[in-house]
């Protein structure tokens, strides 16, 4: 496609419940990051996929949060019994290169804005 | 992983030239600086990307001094749509580490 793509793009749910969020990525890249932005801050990283292996999943703030990209290609971030706190925008981004081994831009998607109740 | 402190904000006007100065003063010898930017309700941007010296594309110029410890990016003649959020990262790559560390960036307002 044209650019990373996300959905939904908006999702409101009540606290308690579980939530799944896509992530498309720009065909052919390799790399998969999701971040967590709250309102006036930089994105927070949260975890990356080098294809479709997890290499990195230090930021994901509790076990509640996984993410997934079985294929190498779409990825899949799911928060479980979701919490108001867990209430922010959610990016994911890709790259053409590996990560950790290139210097390659990160291509941004434009988010799924997460609304916990 | 190198953190960076830049300035939480700045205001300029149109047709001016904005510098914007980031620190990185334990940037690691493997450590790339680069500069993104976002408008509100979008994400993050490439904008530049550099090592040493001087880098300069259509879009802006990137100094490094030779300590690395610092990196002033450079928007010549600013118009109103540069006014956005600018974020200065250093990232290990060649590393173990992929991730790209975000602070709160610099709010830069450009008024006519």
């Known amino acids: 496609g044209a650019g990373v793509s996300q959905s939904p793009r908006y999702k409101v749910t009540k606290r308690g419940q579980d939530v799944a969020l896509r992530c498309d990525p720009i065909?052919?890249?390799?790399?998969l990051y999701w971040y967590r932005q709250a309102l006036g801050q930089g994105p927070e990283f949260l975890t990356y996929f080098n294809y479709e292996a997890q290499q990195d999943k230090s930021g994901l703030p509790n076990d509640r949060f996984s993410a997934e990209r079985p294929e190498g290609s779409i990825s899949t971030l799911t928060i479980q019994r979701t919490e108001q706190r867990d209430s922010a925008m959610y990016r994911c981004?890709?790259?053409?290169?590996?990560?950790?081994?290139?210097?390659?831009?990160?291509?941004f998607g434009p988010g799924t804005r997460l609304t916990v109740l | 992983l190198a953190k960076t402190t830049q300035p939480i904000s700045m205001d300029s006007y149109e047709g001016q030239e904005v510098n914007i100065t980031c620190s990185h003063n334990n940037i690691a010898t493997n450590d790339y600086i680069t500069w993104y930017q976002q408008f509100p309700s979008q994400g993050p941007r490439f904008i530049i990307q550099g090592y040493k010296t001087k880098v300069t594309n259509e879009v802006a110029s990137l100094f490094i001094p030779a300590d690395r410890k610092s990196s002033t990016l450079s928007l010549p003649r600013v118009s109103l749509s540069d006014t956005a959020v600018y974020y200065c990262l250093v990232g290990a790559y060649g590393g173990s580490q992929g991730n790209l560390i975000f602070g709160k960036g610099t709010k830069l307002s450009v008024k006519p």
């Open positions: 065909s052919g890249h390799v790399s």
């Open positions: 981004a890709s790259s053409s290169g590996l990560a950790g081994e290139s210097t390659d831009t990160q291509y």
